[in-house]
């Protein structure tokens, strides 16, 4: 690995990267929950993704180009979004599910489920129904991907 840590911060973050990675190696199903926030993701879930998107223990470089080394992974991506951004108009303006379809795809991890719950805030009526169908669709995710886990 280039650029060992020098300093106490740096092998800290080294340490907690290494801890994140191993979780992820560990893993055969990744939940990822994802609000959309000024059409990405949140901070927090991209700072999630510097830790663990690491040459030679997620992914490496080959003559051929990156290659992913989490294969054989599923992915559940479950997004929030007051907007409606998967069809029409407002799919130029996602810029949330496109950045992590990439970021999981160079790791390796291409068997990836999105589970929207969008229009939330075009009222009352419009969020229970987003909810209760981003519900539904995760129930049948359970019912089908979750045995196959076990």
């Known amino acids: ?7 106490d911060s740096e092998r800290a973050a080294r340490a907690l ?10 893993a055969d199903i990744l939940v990822i ?3 959309m926030y000024n059409f990405g993701m949140s ?15 997620t992914f490496r470089y080959t003559a051929e180009g990156p290659e992913g080394l989490m294969i054989g ?6 997004e929030t979004r007051a907007g409606f951004y998967s069809e029409g108009a407002g799919v130029a303006m996602d810029a949330q599910e496109p950045h992590i379809r990439i970021l999981l795809g160079f790791m ?3 068997d990836v489920t999105f589970v929207r719950a969008e229009k939330l805030a075009f009222g009352p009526e419009a969020a229970e129904t987003a909810i ?3 519900s539904a669709a995760l129930e049948r995710f359970a019912a089908t991907e979750l045995p196959l886990a076990a």
């Open 43 to 57: 901070s927090t879930l991209k700072a999630w993704f510097d830790y663990v998107v690491r040459a030679s223990l």
């Open 73 to 78: 992974k599923k992915a559940v991506v479950i």
């Open 108 to 110: 390796g991890i291409t």
């Open 132 to 134: 209760a169908e981003a």
């Open 17 to 26: 990267s290494d801890s994140l990675v191993a979780e992820l190696a560990a």
């Open 33 to 35: 929950a994802s609000p």
């Open 1 to 7: 690995i280039k650029g060992e840590p020098a300093t």
